[in-house]
């Protein structure tokens, strides 16, 4: 178990301030994270980090991912209303950066693709955890706009 303050500090050293970057993320599964899923997501992102595009220069395009395994027993168990909280889910979530160097359009354009790319990978690459499809989670987590 890690507080909160503590999980928004992991990032802290490939997330220097001033840089370029894109956030995104989703809620995924019921199920477990399969070893053989989590290493294709993985070089999945090794690929799309060397891929040719605008972004892509000698310091980057960097991604992190986080997973996120919140205990959330207490926060389901109150009434969606009862707090900021909108996601009222025991699922993990997971957040991503990247982080590009380059102020062109060109280079805003390609590191957002790459990120969403990835996500969207990531999505089917998991899809096996919602076995009745996403439900009332279809949203995605609620602080990502997913």
């Given at each position: ?5 503590v ?44 891929a ?46 990247i ?6 359009t060109e ?27 996403l ?5 995605g ?6």
């Amino acid at each position: 178990m890690m507080p909160s303050e503590v999980v928004n500090t992991l990032q802290n050293a490939v997330l220097p301030q001033g840089a370029n970057y894109h956030l995104t993320g989703t809620i995924r599964g019921e199920g477990r994270l399969q070893s053989e899923a989590a290493r294709d997501i993985f070089n999945k992102m090794i690929e799309m980090t060397g891929a040719p595009g605008a972004c892509l220069t000698d310091g980057g395009p960097v991604f992190s991912i986080i997973w996120q395994f919140i205990n959330l027993k207490k926060v389901t168990s109150l009434p969606a209303d009862a707090s900021a909280l909108r996601m009222r889910t025991a699922s993990p979530c997971m957040s991503m950066v990247i982080r590009w160097e380059g102020d062109s359009t060109e280079a805003s354009k390609d590191a957002k693709d790459r990120v969403t790319r990835l996500k969207d990978f990531i999505v089917q690459a998991l899809e096996h955890t919602f076995p009745n499809g996403l439900g009332e989670n279809d949203t995605g987590y609620g602080n990502f706009g997913a």
